[in-house]
């Protein structure tokens, strides 16, 4: 029988990482105009690796790698703090924040067909089911958004969908022998520190010399990103992870959205219509029933916006 404490800290965590993640995507469309988005990410992931750095030595850990986890951390580095959120940045100029965060929500689709040709993990019928509906309700939400001339959607789109590919192998990767190898903490900080070497490169390829913003609500909505929405918040799910289990904890995929489509509308002015009422409603109910048949997927590391 679970402790009253236990159960109370479970509690705790689950609202703590299901607010903050949905609260990042809204602090990311208030960023991405201010400077190159190059830019932004490099100063948020340069800004998450010293934080990751100093909570490793807090807990007593050593960043001593073997070579084969920093190979694997460079990886992850590129595709999960690089190319998952350079994308991500991009696609906030199209759709609205929300929108974005429900689209990533089906995050575990992609992480269970990988996992099923890379590990050799079984699907389930409600899965695939879950998973069918959840994309039927995405639809009528890219239709409402079509529909109400909300920017170029496809565009959008196609940048979240580059990064969800992105996120989803770097979780699988995650889920590899030589994965389950390494410490956690180390790996994350480690990747986020090639992550953040990559996009400086890549930012000064693309943009030129390093750009700073004058004004402290950019840097504070970098210091929010970096430390509550990656240092704070990664600790805190894995913990969850191993005190509820995988499945339950994912059901964060099913907040995060509700809470940033709140937010875009507070903050954003996102109107809401029959048909946006419908794919939200028929997303979440997908979402549902594909997490209840998903015992059999590979465990997901958890992308936060």
Same mark, same amino acid.
């Given at each position: 029988m679970t402790a009253p404490s236990s159960t109370a800290r479970n509690i705790a965590a689950f609202i703590t990482v299901s607010l903050i993640w949905g609260s990042t995507w809204l602090v990311i469309k208030d960023q991405i105009s201010a400077i190159p988005p190059g830019w932004t990410v490099t100063w948020r992931f340069t800004g998450a690796a010293v934080g990751m750095c100093l909570l490793t030595l807090v807990r007593g850990e050593s960043l001593r790698m073997p070579r084969e986890g920093l190979r694997l951390a460079a990886v992850i580095g590129l595709l999960?703090?690089? +190319?998952?959120?350079?994308l991500v940045y991009r696609a906030e100029h199209y759709v609205a924040s929300g929108l974005v965060a429900v689209l990533y929500a089906l995050l575990m689709v992609p992480n269970a067909l990988l996992a099923r040709v890379m590990l050799g993990t079984r699907l389930q019928a409600r899965f695939l089911i879950g998973s069918g509906v959840a994309m039927g309700g995405i639809a009528l939400l890219m239709m409402h958004e079509y529909r109400g001339g909300q920017g170029d959607v496809v565009t959008g789109v196609l940048f979240t969908l580059g990064g969800i590919l992105c996120a989803s192998a770097s979780n699988v990767?995650?889920?590899?022998?030589?994965?389950?190898?390494? !410490?956690?903490?180390p790996l994350i900080t480690w990747a986020m520190i090639f992550g953040a070497v990559i996009d400086a490169g890549l930012a000064y390829g693309m943009y030129g010399a390093p750009v700073l913003d004058p004004y402290p609500r950019y840097w504070a909505g970098v210091a929010?990103? !970096?430390?509550? +929405?990656?240092?704070?918040?990664?600790?805190?799910?894995?913990?969850l992870i191993r005190a509820i289990g995988p499945g339950r904890a994912a059901y964060s995929n099913v907040v995060v959205p509700v809470v940033a489509m709140a937010l875009s509308t507070l903050f954003e002015g996102y109107r809401w219509t029959g048909l946006a009422v419908a794919g939200s409603v028929v997303v979440m109910a997908g979402l549902l029933i594909a997490l209840s048949g998903r015992a059999s997927v590979a465990k997901p590391a958890r992308n936060d916006g």
């Open positions: 999960q703090f690089c +190319g998952n959120f350079q990767l995650q889920a590899t022998e030589t994965g389950r190898r390494q !410490a956690v903490v929010y990103l !970096a430390i509550a +929405g990656s240092v704070i918040t990664f600790p805190v799910y894995f913990a």
